[in-house]
């Protein structure tokens, strides 16, 4: 079973910044694709930053310009940089990774983490 470590949540004054770390806890996975959502109280869950084993990267159009995504260079480790934050940014947020254990595809999330901007 692969597990997704997640650090990094908190809470912080608007305009504050944080950073979240999140790591795959087995090598034999394969990960294609790593990234982060977020779930608002009473909203769906939504994609805010993803980034490929490739290092092509994919946002949000509400973060754009304040979050960043990046990786470590085994592929195993994400990290969001979340600069500028608003209060609308204050969610539960989840780490994802998509990708192979041999040649069986999977998808795991970790069990999130939470972000409080307050006002």
């Known amino acids: 079973q692969v597990q997704l470590v997640e650090s990094g949540g908190g809470l912080v004054q608007a305009g504050g910044s944080l950073r979240l770390s999140c790591a795959a806890s087995?090598?034999?996975?394969?990960?294609?694709?790593m990234g982060w959502y977020r779930q608002a109280p009473g909203k769906q869950r939504e994609l805010v930053a993803t980034?490929?084993?490739?290092?092509?990267?994919n946002y949000a159009d509400s973060v754009k310009g304040r979050f960043t995504i990046s990786s470590d260079n085994a592929g195993k480790t994400v990290y969001l940089q979340m600069n500028s934050l608003k209060p609308d940014d204050t969610a539960v947020y989840y780490c994802?990774?998509?990708?192979?254990?041999?040649?069986?595809?999977?998808?795991?999330w970790g069990q999130g983490t939470q972000v409080t901007v307050s006002s």
């Open positions: 087995r090598s034999i996975f394969r990960i294609d694709t």
């Open positions: 994802n990774a998509d990708g192979r254990i041999l040649t069986t595809p999977r998808t795991y």
């Open positions: 980034i490929t084993s490739r290092g092509s990267t």
